[in-house]
């Protein structure tokens, strides 16, 4: 930007140590999203278990349908840039798992997951406005994917459920981010 940076722009520093931390969180999201998808088959009845007695069936139907999305929001939450980046952050994936539990079961969970994922982030880490063009690769990566529909794994739910959660949610979701990346960097040389 003509080579001057204004307050609100990272250092060099800052975007070494940044990528990081990024990268160990990602990977850390990532792993737990597939574990929680491995134990697809009892996690949910566990939950229902617990809270239906509490608070309804409604009420566990919502906690199944939102809890996989509660790393995601925790992790944006603290990883914001400024206190209210992070907030907005979180708001975008309590908003998105809203959403999925009113539309659950539908093809449209297929692309909200990792369209949350990676515009929670960008909004979380994101300078400019160019990385939002990548934010459509996500929704886009994970339909695709699922039109293919492989199955590999059909023999084994828990690693079957852990294997459709990786390529439904996970590659596309780090495939949009590297893309908005690319988008902001561009920007930032232009």
Aim: proline share 6%; with cysteine.
């Amino acid at each position: 930007m003509n080579g001057e940076r204004s307050s609100v722009e990272p250092t060099d520093t800052e975007l070494q140590s940044g990528a990081g931390v990024s990268a160990a969180l990602i990977a850390g999201l990532a792993v737990v999203h597939l574990a929680m998808a491995y134990s697809v088959s009892t996690l949910p009845g566990l939950v229902s278990d617990l809270v239906e007695p509490l608070a309804g069936q409604g009420t566990a139907d919502f906690v199944v349908h939102v809890l996989p999305l509660v790393p995601l929001a925790l992790v944006v939450l603290g990883v914001g840039r400024t206190v209210l980046r992070g907030v907005a952050a979180c708001a975008v994936v309590v908003v998105v798992a809203v959403v999925i539990h009113a539309i659950t079961p539908s093809w449209m969970v297929t692309a909200l997951v990792p369209l949350a994922a990676v515009l929670a982030w960008g909004v979380a880490r994101r300078y400019g406005r160019w990385w939002v063009a990548g934010v459509a690769i996500a929704p886009l990566v994970a339909l695709l994917v699922r039109w293919i529909d492989p199955n590999p794994f059909a023999d084994d739910v828990a690693v079957w459920a852990s294997f459709r959660a990786l390529v439904l949610h996970v590659v596309p979701a780090v495939l949009a981010g590297l893309a908005c990346w690319a988008l902001e960097w561009w920007e930032d040389r232009a």
